[in-house]
């Protein structure tokens, strides 16, 4: 049982856009900054947004994201089908004194 | 642009000790900057931070997993390591070395290597 919530999956057509959301608590996404991570199927998680809404460099601005109270969104405009892997979110846990991360979601372009 | 590259053993029996090496490139490990950490990810499952580790000796570990985890530094070589103590079933998984950014706000994993397979069974 991961200490962040994501739904497991989400999908959409190409072109379309997406929302994964994640949920916790003030111990962690009410009191710390967000960061998103893709994971391709069979490579390395890469960090996709930081501080709540931040890009990477190399990250297309079709990513942002959003914080709102002890939820997190991701989205992601313009699908394309090498948009689909997991996507996990993280944080820091202060009661834990620990990174969490959420369960992931896999994303497919239909 | 900073490079990790995890390597180490990729069977070890039950009761013994994992140990992994993560050798980085294109930043020193003695930085002020960064930690430098260690997150697993178990077959079809979802992440796990283990711990991110300061080269002065500051660390942060996983409370579920500080007591059978080390991680150390050799500035010399620009590696660092993981030691795991008496593993079992539930510590195979895909190891992953990171580059963790420590701040007030909150820790995030911003480079992580290509992740080395482990697998406990005797």
């Known amino acids: 049982q991961s200490v962040l919530t994501q739904p497991p999956s989400v999908s959409a057509a190409p072109g379309q856009k997406v929302t994964i959301s994640c949920s916790g608590s003030s111990s962690n996404i009410g009191n710390n900054y967000m960061s998103w991570y893709q994971q391709v199927p069979g490579t390395a998680p890469k960090l996709v947004i930081y501080?709540?809404?931040k890009r990477p460099s190399g990250i297309p601005d079709r990513f942002s994201g959003s914080k709102s109270g002890t939820s997190a969104t991701l989205g992601i405009t313009g699908l394309q089908t090498g948009d689909e892997a997991d996507y996990y979110c993280?944080?820091?846990?202060?009661?834990?004194?620990?990174?969490?991360f959420g369960g992931g979601t896999k994303l497919t372009v239909l | 642009q900073v490079q990790l590259q995890e390597s180490g053993p990729g069977l070890v029996k039950p009761s013994e000790t994992l140990s992994l090496t993560c050798t980085v490139s294109g930043e020193y490990i003695d930085t002020s900057t960064y930690y430098w950490g260690w997150i697993r990810q178990p077959p079809g499952k979802g992440l796990e931070w283990i711990g991110c580790f300061f080269y002065n000796g500051d660390a942060y570990y996983n409370p579920s997993l500080k007591s059978r985890v080390t991680i150390s530094v050799d500035t010399s070589k620009n590696q660092f390591y993981l030691r795991v103590n008496s593993v079992t079933a539930a510590d195979t998984a895909v190891y992953y070395c990171?580059?963790?950014?420590?701040?007030?706000?909150?820790?995030?994993?911003?480079?992580w290597g290509q992740g080395t397979p482990v697998t406990v069974s005797s």
């Open positions: 993280g944080t820091w846990d202060i009661s834990l004194s620990a990174v969490v």
């Open positions: 501080d709540n809404n």
């Open positions: 990171a580059r963790c950014y420590v701040a007030v706000a909150g820790t995030l994993i911003d480079s």
